[in-house]
């Protein structure tokens, strides 16, 4: 009879899935960019080991083993070294989901209900655990290739880096592709906006194949700098780096990846932090007080009340207050959304801000819900309804009723959506003469927190309503917004540390694996001073570089991810370049790594000399 509503068993999932989609979404995303993280900190542990892995080869060809025996050496190697690791990996993975990660962010509680139990999902466990099992043997297959060689020994005398010294030409064929694909990711993004996870795939590849040349490219600069300082230490770093361009590459590129993953992702979250603060300010100094329920389940003001005359009475009677008016808001299930409907006064303000606006003319479309019969929807819910400036929608509300379109808006905070119209509409629309929020207009002059005071006593506290300042009610809602966007950071953060700790032990791997070339340069003359001064400017080169690579290139993601959260949710996104966190970023990375390295890279600074001796 169009009172009630009749829906599947299911519906309140499918209604949750649809809110917490763009959370996924983005936790989905940067997911993936950690996996490519974890890959290709895989392939730098293992390169820093192939000229061992290569020699290990050689020996077992030229005792006779054959080629099915050495693959497969190497491939039960991979499969131990990888199910350790995974086990590790998922241990932690687990801890963190226990003691970071929260199972549900606490906005989405204002409009469903959750229960306390963790569930893992075994798909989850199956991908984690076959990714890395995965990258281990693919970073394996590397020694495998000397199998194809009838020169058994050319893995004992020739340097691992020596195909790549002698020929320039896929470098520079890479820096030429890495080019083409981070231009390909603009044009995509200034074509198509929405699609700007594809671009933003794209910009990473880039950025990726750019690597070598890039780092290249600084190496010569900074070799000319060293030879007119006259600087031995700077010169001899730049020489070892030169003569394992390969790993150095390796160890640039990982750090490159970690700064840009962490910069994409937090600077795109202070670009969405700073638009919902936006709007956070403008809803809440529509007026000077609010009284509404108390409870911290209402901070969206959706809990209905019914003021009495009694309690108008009192708030009017405070001195200061000017004008006591009603603000009117409730969830509605729209298709597969749980919309938030809100409606302001229609004195006092727009109903719409300009700034939350994303089709339509701001003054007519708030002169038409003024007048009442008209709505604004977010945009992303319009296009799914198929309606356009002017069209009837109709609403499933509890009276059911057809209003026609005057603006399509942003999300204004709430992720499912939001439906903007008068309170007159409202109270026709739900048939109930509630209210969710009182709003008391305080004369000029009069301070806030003093009135505050005096409203709470006039209402007792035996009535149930808070009283907030504006000022007061921006911070809950900023505190919510910020508590619901913390899984961003989080992700940014773990991302940046796994891979500043991973760099670090891949480089003090590298630097203990060099002892001999560093006995080497003490029978140059160096002293233990002097190669570790060595071994330390070689690890801040080689880092800095490679963070610098990823700080610049994530600067790029920031505005696609930003575009990206804009048209895909509709959330208020408004982007600022964050060259600030970009610095932070690739500073903190650099100085985090060298720092832990410098230890072990003591420790094999002080070889003997005689082992310089030994190996020639």
């Known amino acids: 009879?169009?009172?009630?509503?009749?829906?599947?068993?299911?519906?309140?999932?499918?209604?949750?899935?649809?809110?917490?989609?763009?959370?996924?979404?983005?936790?989905?995303?940067?997911?993936?960019?950690s996996a490519l993280v974890g890959l290709l900190l895989a392939f730098s542990a293992m390169l820093l080991t192939m000229p061992e892995r290569r020699r290990f080869v050689a020996d077992l060809r030229l005792e006779g083993l054959g080629d099915l025996t050495v693959v497969q050496l190497l491939v039960f190697d991979a499969l131990v070294l990888g199910a350790a690791a995974t086990a590790v990996g998922l241990a932690l993975g687990d801890l963190l989901s226990r003691s970071v990660f929260t199972a549900a962010p606490d906005y989405l509680t204002y409009a469903f209900t959750f229960g306390?139990?963790?569930?893992?999902?075994?798909?989850?466990?199956?991908?984690?655990?076959g990714g890395g099992m995965a990258a281990t043997l693919l970073a394996a297959l590397g020694p495998l290739g000397d199998l194809v060689s009838r020169r058994p020994l050319d893995a004992v005398y020739q340097d691992a880096?020596?195909?790549?010294?002698?020929?320039?030409?896929?470098?520079?064929?890479?820096?030429?592709?890495?080019?083409?694909?981070?231009?390909?990711?603009?044009?995509?993004?200034l074509a198509a906006p929405a699609s700007a996870l594809p671009a933003l795939m794209l910009l990473l590849a880039g950025m990726l194949l750019l690597v070598p040349a890039l780092l290249a490219a600084l190496l010569r600069l900074l070799d000319g700098v060293g030879r007119r300082l006259r600087s031995p230490v700077l010169v001899v770093s730049l020489g070892e780096l030169r003569a394992t361009s390969t790993r150095a590459t390796a160890l640039a590129a990982t750090?490159?990846?970690?700064?840009?993953?962490?910069?994409?992702?937090?600077?795109?979250?202070?670009?969405?932090?700073?638009?919902?603060?936006?709007?956070?300010?403008?809803?809440?100094?529509?007026?000077d007080l609010w009284v509404a329920p108390a409870g911290p389940q209402n901070v969206l003001t959706t809990?209905?009340?019914?003021?009495?005359?009694?309690?108008?009475?009192?708030?009017?009677?405070?001195?200061?207050?000017?004008?006591?008016?009603?603000?009117?808001s409730a969830f509605l299930d729209v298709g597969n959304r749980r919309m938030r409907v809100f409606a302001p006064p229609r004195r006092g303000g727009p109903l719409l801000i300009p700034s939350q606006m994303v089709a339509g003319d701001a003054a007519v479309a708030n002169a038409r819900l003024r007048a009442g019969g008209w709505i604004a929807l977010t945009d992303a819910v319009a296009r799914e309804l198929g309606v356009g400036i002017g069209d009837p929608v109709p609403l499933p509300t509890p009276v059911p009723r057809r209003l026609r379109l005057a603006a399509t808006a942003t999300n204004l905070g709430w992720s499912a959506g939001t439906l903007v119209l008068n309170p007159a509409d409202f109270r026709a629309a739900w048939g109930s003469p509630a209210v969710t929020a009182l709003l008391v207009d305080l004369a000029p002059g009069v301070p806030p927190a003093r009135a505050r005071r005096a409203v709470a006593a006039a209402l007792g506290p035996d009535g149930g309503l808070a009283v907030q300042t504006a000022a007061e009610r921006e911070r809950q809602l900023r505190d919510a917004i910020a508590q619901g966007m913390s899984r961003l950071t989080q992700?940014?953060?773990?991302?940046?540390?796994?891979?500043?700790?991973?760099?670090?032990?891949?480089?003090?791997?590298?630097?203990?694996?060099?002892?001999?070339?560093?006995?080497?340069?003490?029978l140059s003359g160096f002293s233990d001073g002097a190669v570790w001064r060595t071994l330390v400017l070689e690890s801040a080169l080689v880092l800095g570089i490679g963070c610098c690579i990823g700080a610049l290139?994530?600067?790029?993601?920031?505005?696609?991810?930003?575009?990206?959260?804009?048209?895909?949710t509709g959330f208020p996104a408004a982007y600022a370049t964050a060259g600030w966190l970009a610095a932070a970023a690739c500073a903190g990375v650099t100085a985090v790594a060298v720092a832990i390295a410098a230890l072990p890279g003591w420790a094999a600074a002080r070889v003997p000399a005689a082992a310089g001796a030994q190996q020639g």
């Open 491 to 522: 992700i940014a953060v773990l991302v940046l540390v796994a891979g500043a700790l991973a760099l670090a032990a891949a480089m003090s791997g590298m630097l203990w694996s060099r002892r001999p070339r560093l006995a080497a340069l003490k």
């Open 1 to 33: 009879g169009g009172r009630l509503d009749v829906a599947d068993t299911d519906v309140e999932a499918r209604l949750l899935a649809q809110a917490s989609a763009p959370n996924d979404q983005a936790t989905a995303l940067f997911a993936g960019l």
């Open 255 to 287: 750090g490159a990846l970690a700064v840009f993953a962490s910069v994409a992702v937090e600077g795109a979250h202070y670009d969405l932090q700073r638009g919902l603060d936006r709007g956070a300010h403008a809803g809440s100094v529509r007026t």
């Open 161 to 189: 880096d020596a195909g790549a010294r002698r020929s320039p030409i896929p470098r520079r064929a890479m820096a030429v592709v890495g080019a083409a694909l981070a231009g390909a990711a603009a044009a995509v993004v």
């Open 553 to 568: 290139f994530g600067l790029g993601g920031q505005y696609l991810l930003t575009r990206w959260l804009a048209e895909a």
């Open 303 to 328: 809990t209905p009340f019914t003021p009495t005359a009694a309690q108008r009475r009192a708030i009017a009677a405070v001195p200061g207050v000017a004008r006591l008016r009603v603000q009117r």
């Open 116 to 129: 306390e139990q963790r569930i893992v999902a075994p798909r989850a466990v199956a991908i984690a655990a």
